[in-house]
């Protein structure tokens, strides 16, 4: 198993910035693939951004394209989101997934790990 810690989320203004992260541990060597999903109240998990661990691919959602960047520390086991621009409809929480497998990254689905989720505000 691996387990997942985000951090990073809060409250910001319209057009600020925020950096989250989610550090992973546990069987770390197993990771193919990270990525970042969303949820906003009532709505369902949708896809930001992912990376693969081994030669850092990126993907993104048309929505964050542009103002989200996906990087990695694979010496650390962490991932990062940093988000620039923000609007109020990026309001959600925010989850940090880990895929084991080939599987498509950009679908809950590709993923067996998530973390607990880290809330991000943006104000208008």
């Known amino acids: 198993q691996v387990q997942l810690v985000e951090s990073g989320g809060g409250l910001v203004q319209a057009g600020g910035s925020l950096r989250l992260s989610c550090a992973a541990s546990?069987?770390?060597?197993?990771?193919?693939?990270m990525g970042w999903f969303r949820q906003a109240p009532g709505k369902e998990r949708d896809f930001v951004a992912a990376?693969?661990?081994?030669?850092?691919?990126?993907w993104y959602a048309d929505s964050v394209k542009g103002r989200f960047t996906i990087s990695r520390d694979n010496a650390q086991n962490t991932v990062y989101l940093q988000m620039n621009s923000l609007k109020p409809e990026d309001t959600a929480v925010y989850y940090c997934?880990?895929?084991?497998?080939?599987?498509?990254?950009?679908?809950?689905?590709?993923?067996?790990?998530w973390g607990q989720g880290t809330q991000v505000t943006v104000s208008s």
């Open positions: 990376t693969w661990w081994s030669n850092g691919n990126t």
């Open positions: 997934g880990a895929s084991p497998s080939w599987a498509p990254v950009t679908v809950v689905s590709g993923y067996d790990n």
């Open positions: 546990g069987r770390t060597s197993s990771i193919r693939a």
